[in-house]
């Protein structure tokens, strides 16, 4: 479990690397991933986790997707950092 986690966060890192936020996993066994905007330095925790038969991100303030949208999930964390 902790091995798709890991893979789903990294997926997620990539997307908001490429939207120009910085990232780190964090957290035992890097559970977590710590989202960070360059201009205004807020951070955002965002845990990968099993629900029903998928896998969603969840984050601060209700987030919640489908890691399967983490293009999207990315533009919205972009959008609050």
């Known amino acids: 479990m902790a091995e798709v986690r890991r893979r789903h966060l990294a997926a ?3 997307e908001v690397e490429a939207r120009g936020l910085s990232w780190r996993l964090a957290g035992p066994e890097e559970s977590l991933l710590s989202v960070s905007g360059t201009r205004t330095r807020r951070q955002i925790m965002v845990v990968a986790t099993p629900c029903g ?10 987030g919640m997707a489908d890691v399967t ?9 972009s959008r609050l950092c």
């Open 12 to 14: 997620l890192a990539h």
């Open 69 to 77: 949208e983490a293009a999207t999930v990315a533009d919205r964390l």
């Open 53 to 62: 038969d998928g896998w969603y991100y969840l984050w601060p303030g209700g």
